[in-house]
């Protein structure tokens, strides 16, 4: 099956225009004039993509740019250029918001882009990935009825099955008030949370799921349930490899993932890798790794969660009566946007409508 999310639909270059910063001529494939895909230069010197090449000399025997003659063994990989070409910063080309190299492309299009074309699995009906979520919650009815038509022919040589189709068919009604009651359970995984409720679970999962998609929670920690203090935090969600931190202040939820474990130390950076990033609910935003940060969780005794230096969130000891907690945005963890820089009133408040804030309650999840 022809595979909807490919780079391009033809085997040749990358589009100039997804890239950050143009690439240089020494780059450009002499036949698409994209940037070459598996670089190739010729004996006469002249680079093409592999694939362009190759489909020009099965019916040409000389250079497509000075017509010298020309054999497909006269044709060498550009094994550096190709590397080059594989690190260098693209834009989706989906239009959706993320960023990434060359080589991670194609794996972003594949599983991760929220514009991506997916198939429903009970109409086979062609979806944006962000909207699936939308699409199995509106089409419950016809999917309903579509599998009880499928159900009817599969079972017409059978009277007791046939019988019982009926009867479905006369509890329909039922059975479709049953599925809406139960259908946040349904579409979304189980979520044991005070914050996120039946009004914005289906919002809260549409903008997560693009990260951490089929993934199962389980609530480690509560504030209000187990207490503001620092100490409460670290004895529940300490030691814990993968977690994510859900905040609620005032009418604000926002929070992040962390693929380093909380620890009660004495003021320690944690290094992790570029799947840790901030989230804004109210603002519907993931906020990803700069490139090239380290400082990504700081880990202390008398502190609650704290991502990035600076710090870019964090949560201070019994946040709900010391308004200690801030976000400052941009020092690790950025959202490439020109009004929202470190230090600035917009980084300020991007989060939780001011710097520092009364947390009205905060979860910890180990996701697995």
């Excluded at 000389?62 to 550009?78: A, I």
């Excluded at 016809?142 to 079972?155: F, G, P, R």
């Excluded at 993934?215 to 349930?225: G, I, Q, T, V």
């Excluded at 203090?229 to 993968?242: C, E, G, I, Q, S």
Aim: proline share 3%.
């Amino acid at each position: 099956m022809e595979n909807k999310n490919r780079i391009s639909p033809n085997p040749e270059g990358y589009s100039i225009e997804m890239f950050l910063t143009k690439p240089g001529e020494e780059y450009i494939c002499g036949i698409c004039q994209q940037v070459g895909r598996n670089l190739t230069e010729t004996n006469c010197g002249h680079i093409f993509c592999s694939s362009c090449i190759t489909s020009w000399l099965d019916t040409n025997k000389t250079c497509p740019v000075n017509r010298e003659s020309l054999e497909k063994s006269g044709c060498h990989p550009m094994f550096y250029a190709r590397r080059k070409i594989s690190t260098m910063n693209v834009c989706c080309p989906n239009k959706c918001s993320i960023q990434c190299l060359v080589k991670d492309l194609q794996s972003h299009l594949d599983k991760e882009c929220c514009s991506r074309k997916i198939k429903c699995g009970v109409c086979d009906k062609s979806v944006i990935a962000s909207e699936l979520e939308e699409h199995m919650q509106s089409a419950w009815a016809d999917h309903i009825q579509s599998l009880s038509k499928t159900v009817k022919t599969l079972t017409s040589t059978n009277s007791l099955l046939v019988k019982q189709v009926k009867q479905l068919e006369n509890d329909k009604a039922d059975m479709i008030k049953t599925i809406e009651a139960v259908k946040d359970t349904i579409t979304q995984p189980l979520f044991d949370s005070s914050i996120i409720t039946k009004q914005n679970k289906c919002h809260f999962f549409g903008l997560i799921t693009q990260l951490l998609f089929g993934k199962n929670y389980r609530l480690l920690f509560r504030a209000s349930r187990d207490g503001f203090t620092a100490r409460a935090f670290h004895l529940k969600a300490d030691n814990v490899p993968k977690t994510l931190v859900v905040i609620r202040s005032d009418n604000y939820i926002f929070g992040g993932y962390s693929t380093k474990k909380w620890e009660k130390t004495q003021g320690v950076y944690s290094n992790c890798n570029s799947r840790s990033w901030l989230f804004s609910l109210n603002k519907y935003q993931i906020i990803r790794l700069k490139p090239g940060n380290t400082n990504i969780i700081y880990n202390r005794a008398n502190s609650g969660p704290t991502f990035g230096s600076g710090h870019d969130l964090h949560i201070c000891n019994n946040s709900h009566t010391n308004k200690q907690s801030y976000s400052n945005l941009g020092s690790c963890y950025d959202l490439n946007i020109a009004n929202v820089t470190y230090g600035n009133e917009n980084a300020k408040t991007y989060l939780a409508g001011s710097y520092k804030f009364l947390v009205s309650d905060y979860e910890v999840f180990e996701v697995h």
